[in-house]
């Protein structure tokens, strides 16, 4: 019998050791499950900030930040802005870059409070000296890295995520969140553990709904400290939105099933789209001739999950403009790490890229006109010299019928020679040297006019203001540009065709005048179109440059219209030109008005 109780009472002990070891285990894991979902929630919600830290500052700050006078006070500035308004919206304690340099690490872009300010004015390259060891892991590594520390203003769960910048550069992106709560909450959950284990204990079989209640009081516990430490989703998308509803650059977010989601106000305005027209389309602002490659693109980001930046693409805007923009793109993910949606931001370049342009053709322009002066003066020094000898030929010997021919052909070389050599000093150095005020109306008659009397094929439209516009320029010089005009107008349309002709006057407004690299004001125009063969997209990038002609060889020097350009440019004025293929040609003068009033004279629209 007493074997009998000695055995049961084993049994029961060791029952009971078991069943407290089960329950110390419940307890132990329970306490431990709560910190690390905290701690993940915080470090997803880090993660998720530092990746956009980088849209803030320029593409460029951190090639540049590599000394203390690298970046000036102003821009210091700006960035100090951005920081403090991103923190103080995200409900973080610090956010700021680092940058290394022999070894130390410095503050490039960092959060400063009031009392920091006052202290010292700059905190751009200031030396972060004790710094975590995590972080130094992480720039050796390359890899993100969480760290838990506490100094003399607290407590703090930190990310360094490591970025490189467009040049190559690695750097760290840095937040921290202050978790002076965090202790408390996760001692009061230790003992409520405690509490409902010991309560297990007294209970016995009770023991499944007793543990079911502990896990309902640990959820409303987690989600009590979500709460109070800012962890709300929809609380943390709010405020990205915010961010990105403000964004200077278009952005627009897909779905999992590549349909639009989102676009920001500066896409709207960039594109035209509304959300509203977007929704549940797909992507109408890629050009058919880049649809591959975008989907190509988005496969990739798809499959890799990593980020690009600075593509250079075109897109095509609601009322069909194609722009030249530079492309970012990143993948989002669920909460389970899947990708589930693609995030694009675009920067419109296309004036960026016409004004680089511009300025390419114009250092072309004095670059060819510096060669050809040169030239031309040489050469004009040659052909004097060899039309001398031959008018002391002709003085001092006599020539039979063949050697006079002969001679006369040299004489009609050189006068050939001749007006090429004042083409080239034309294109050189265009007089404008003597302006006046030019009727812009009575001159285009005048010259349409006489330029369509032998050539009965042509069928001349003037559209002239009653209203005269009045331009300052060289009378000569703009006729040479007017004929020059008319001359390829005529062998476009083969010598037959429509030929028009219109005046006005108009303020360029500020988009106008800077794709045209005018200022602000009011300019004539004078339009000049056929109904001749048109130019594809090629000739038509070209047309102005010096000696490019479509013309047989022997036909054409290819310095008309690039003459004509040099000359507007010295008005003051511009020139482009608009065709395409089988439908004619339109070019359009831009040139400065002559500031007072003239007399009129009346309508005129005829035919010729």
Not at 8 to 13: A, D, H, R, S
Not at 21 to 36: C, T
Request: glycine letters at 6%; charged letters at 25%.
């Amino acid at each position: 019998m007493r074997k009998r109780q000695k055995r049961i009472l084993i049994i029961f002990v060791a029952a009971a050791i078991l069943y407290v070891a089960v329950v110390a285990g419940v307890a132990f894991f329970s306490v431990e499950n709560g910190k690390n979902l905290v701690l993940d929630s915080v470090d997803e919600r880090l993660r998720a900030a530092a990746s956009t830290l980088k849209y803030l500052l320029a593409d460029d700050f951190h090639d540049r930040a590599i000394d203390s006078f690298s970046i000036t006070v102003v821009e210091e500035m700006r960035n100090r802005q951005r920081m403090n308004a991103f923190t103080a919206s995200t409900g973080f304690a610090w956010t700021y870059t680092l940058v290394e340099r022999n070894g130390n690490f410095f503050f490039s872009a960092p959060t400063v409070t009031e009392k920091e300010a006052k202290e010292q004015e700059r905190w751009y390259f200031h030396p972060y000296k004790d710094i975590p060891e995590g972080f130094r892991q992480a720039f050796k590594s390359g890899k993100t890295a969480f760290v838990s520390y506490q100094d003399q203003w607290g407590s703090y769960r930190s990310i360094a995520f490591p970025e490189r910048s467009p040049g190559g550069r690695l750097y760290l992106s840095c937040i921290d969140i202050e978790l002076k709560n965090l202790g408390a909450l996760l001692r009061s959950q230790f003992i409520n553990s405690l509490a409902a284990s010991f309560f297990l204990l007294l209970a016995g079989f009770p023991f499944i709904f007793l543990y079911v209640g502990e896990i309902k009081a640990h959820n409303r516990l987690l989600e009590k400290m979500n709460e109070r430490l800012g962890l709300d989703k929809s609380a943390a998308e709010n405020r990205f939105r915010s961010l990105f509803d403000h964004s200077v650059d278009a952005v627009v977010v897909f779905n999992a099933e590549d349909q639009v989601s989102y676009v920001n106000p500066a896409f709207v305005s960039l594109f035209g789209w509304s959300m509203s027209e977007l929704a549940g389309v797909s992507r109408p602002f890629i050009p058919p001739e880049f649809e591959r490659e975008a989907a190509e693109r988005l496969e990739s980001l798809r499959k890799t999950g990593v980020a690009y930046r600075d593509y250079e693409t075109r897109r095509i805007t609601k009322d069909g403009t194609l722009l030249d923009v530079s492309m970012s793109g990143a993948p989002l993910f669920d909460g389970h790490g899947v990708i589930n949606g693609s995030l694009f931001i675009y920067q419109d370049r296309t004036q960026r890229k016409r004004l680089e342009a511009q300025l390419a053709r114009e250092e072309k322009y004095r670059a060819v006109a510096t060669l050809a002066a040169g030239a031309a003066h040489d050469f004009n020094n040659a052909l004097s010299v060899i039309q001398g000898n031959v008018s002391l030929l002709r003085m001092e010997t006599t020539f039979n019928a063949e050697a006079a021919k002969l001679v006369q052909g040299i004489e009609d070389s050189v006068k050939s020679a001749a007006v090429l050599t004042d083409e080239l000093l034309g294109f050189a150095h265009p007089d404008s040297s003597v302006r006046t005020r030019v009727d812009l109306g009575a001159l285009c008659g005048q010259v349409s006019r006489s330029f369509v009397k032998t050539r009965p094929a042509l069928r001349l439209f003037l559209n002239i203001p009653s209203e005269a516009v009045f331009a300052h320029v060289e009378r000569n010089g703009l006729e040479r540009v007017l004929l020059n005009l008319l001359v390829n107008a005529d062998h476009a349309m083969n010598g037959e065709g429509e030929l028009s002709i219109s005046v006005s006057s108009k303020v360029l407004s500020s988009d106008q005048a800077s794709r045209l690299s005018l200022e602000n004001h009011e300019y004539g125009i004078v339009k000049i179109s056929d109904s001749g063969i048109g130019m594809d997209e090629a000739t038509l990038s070209r047309i102005f440059e010096p000696f490019y002609t479509t013309k047989k060889k022997g036909k054409g020097t290819g310095l008309g219209l690039a003459s004509s350009y040099s000359m507007l440019r010295t008005f003051g004025g511009m020139i482009e030109a608009e065709s395409e293929a089988g439908k004619g040609s339109v070019f359009t003068v831009f040139l400065p008005v002559a500031d007072f009033t003239a007399s009129s004279h009346p309508d005129t629209m005829q035919s010729t």
